[in-house]
C-alpha cells in the first residue's frame, strides 16, 4: 500500500505547452488534505485549479494530479509545463495526464490520477513546481 508524506507548491503564472511524462502508471489516490492546493493563471485570464500529492510506495516516490475545468488542448498544455522537482531534480515532468473535474466546487474525495516514480524516497525532501517553458501555441477554433 502507500502512504502519504508531504505536499508542497507554487502558484504558476503562465501563458499557456508541450507534453512530457515521466513514471508508470500507478492506481488513483482520493484527494484528501494532504494534497496542496494550487492553481495556474494563463496570461489569457483561465484559472486552472489543481491537486497535487506526492505518495510513497515500496521506498520510490508516487505523484498524483487532478484539475477542475480544463478546457481544450491549451488546458492540457499549461498542465504538461510542469515539472515537479524533488531536492532540485526532476521527479516528474508533465503534469498533462492528470484527472480533469467539472465545476467549481472542492476537489476534496474525488480521484487523482497517479504516476509512481523511480525516485527512492529521501529524508526532509524540498518539494516545488517549476514551469519547463514560458511560450505556448495557440488553441486552433
Not at 501563458?15 to 511524462?21: F, H, K, V
Not at 500529492?53 to 499549461?78: F, H, K, M, P, W
Not at 480533469?100 to 524516497?121: E, F, Q
Request: aromatic fraction near 6%.
Amino acid at each position: 500500500m502507500y502512504k502519504t508524506i508531504f505536499s508542497l507548491l507554487a502558484v504558476a503564472v503562465l501563458s499557456a505547452c508541450g507534453e512530457s511524462q515521466s513514471g508508470t502508471l500507478f492506481p488513483d489516490a482520493t484527494i484528501d488534505e494532504s494534497f496542496s492546493t494550487n492553481t495556474i493563471r494563463r496570461d489569457d485570464g483561465v484559472v486552472t485549479p489543481y491537486r497535487l500529492g506526492i505518495l510513497t510506495d515500496e521506498g520510490t516516490y508516487v505523484v498524483c494530479a487532478a484539475a477542475q475545468n480544463i478546457q481544450g488542448s491549451q488546458g492540457r498544455q499549461v498542465l504538461a509545463a510542469l515539472k515537479v522537482t524533488i531536492n532540485g531534480d526532476t521527479l516528474q515532468r508533465g503534469l498533462g495526464w492528470a484527472r480533469s473535474h467539472p465545476g467549481n466546487t472542492s476537489l476534496d474525495g474525488r480521484p487523482a490520477a497517479c504516476r509512481k516514480t523511480t525516485y527512492p524516497v529521501v529524508e526532509n525532501a524540498q518539494i516545488g513546481v517549476e514551469l519547463t517553458q514560458t511560450t505556448f501555441g495557440r488553441e486552433r477554433d
